[in-house]
């Protein structure tokens, strides 16, 4: 992460890991830089259609700078003033990533994906549970009390399958090629950012102008 957020964390993860291949005046001293700290894209394309100001933090379970990540994620999420939505899309950057992709949208659809996001990051990455196939990541959510049969079923589902290739389609349309990544509103995309703090205070300020109509 951290060139692009992920780069300089994630470079040697590129082949396998995290990677694809104030509130002061900002008219008058912005505090980012378009084409350094963040990239607006030539052509917006929201998650959704729900006239709030979007974020979207790009992710895998299998990233562990996304991991690294989730708690300062958790208090922007909960500081984000009203008039803002938070997504997560998983990120299915290879067939590794894959499982992870699918348990992402399976827990979503069953309801469980808030109570079990930050625990799944937990067993992976501190507790070193083996989960990497999606037979144990059943076995993580069995844990937690979800039906494992009822997952499996969600996770394999066309809907599941559908929505990931919808998904990953946006991913590429925006140019994500790292995790974390945090999309603001379609059209602003993280970039050089040095470190979870300044991703956190990028969003914030991205968001301000967003809320505020304010354009480059």
Same mark, same amino acid.
């Given at each position: 992460?951290?060139?692009?957020?992920?780069?300089?964390?994630?470079?040697?993860?590129?082949?396998?890991?995290?990677?694809?291949?104030?509130?002061?005046?900002?008219?008058?001293?912005?505090?980012?830089?378009?084409?350094?700290?963040?990239?607006?894209?030539?052509?917006?394309?929201? +998650?959704?259609?729900?006239?709030?100001?979007?974020?979207?933090?790009?992710?895998?379970?299998?990233?562990?700078?996304?991991?690294?990540?989730?708690?300062?994620?958790?208090?922007?999420?909960?500081?984000?003033?009203?008039?803002?939505?938070?997504? +997560?899309?998983?990120?299915?950057?290879?067939?590794?990533?894959?499982?992870?992709?699918?348990? +992402?949208?399976?827990?979503?659809?069953?309801?469980?994906?808030?109570?079990?996001?930050?625990?799944?990051?937990?067993?992976?990455?501190?507790?070193?549970?083996?989960?990497?196939?999606?037979?144990?990541?059943?076995?993580?959510?069995?844990?937690?009390?979800?039906?494992?049969?009822?997952?499996?079923?969600?996770?394999?589902?066309?809907? /599941?399958?559908?929505?990931?290739?919808?998904? /990953?389609?946006?991913?590429?349309?925006?140019?994500?090629?790292?995790?974390?990544?945090?999309?603001?509103?379609?059209?602003?995309?993280?970039?050089?950012?040095?470190? +979870?703090?300044?991703?956190?205070?990028?969003?914030?300020?991205?968001?301000?102008?967003?809320?505020?109509?304010?354009?480059?």
């Amino acid at each position: 992460m951290f060139k692009r957020l992920s780069i300089l964390l994630c470079s040697v993860f590129r082949a396998s890991a995290c990677s694809a291949g104030d509130a002061g005046d900002t008219a008058k001293a912005p505090r980012y830089t378009d084409g350094d700290a963040y990239v607006t894209l030539s052509t917006p394309h929201r +998650y959704s259609d729900q006239g709030k100001v979007e974020v979207v933090e790009v992710f895998s379970y299998a990233c562990v700078h996304c991991a690294h990540f989730a708690p300062y994620m958790d208090k922007l999420e909960a500081s984000l003033p009203e008039g803002v939505v938070v997504h +997560y899309i998983p990120a299915n950057f290879s067939r590794a990533w894959e499982p992870f992709a699918r348990a +992402y949208y399976a827990a979503r659809e069953l309801g469980v994906a808030k109570a079990t996001h930050d625990a799944l990051f937990k067993d992976k990455f501190i507790n070193n549970f083996p989960l990497n196939s999606l037979s144990d990541l059943a076995d993580f959510y069995a844990r937690h009390g979800v039906d494992r049969a009822a997952f499996l079923k969600a996770a394999k589902s066309d809907k /599941t399958t559908r929505q990931m290739a919808t998904d /990953t389609r946006l991913i590429r349309q925006w140019h994500v090629d790292a995790t974390p990544t945090i999309v603001v509103d379609g059209k602003y995309l993280s970039h050089h950012v040095k470190s +979870y703090d300044e991703l956190v205070d990028l969003t914030r300020w991205l968001v301000e102008r967003e809320l505020k109509g304010k354009v480059d």
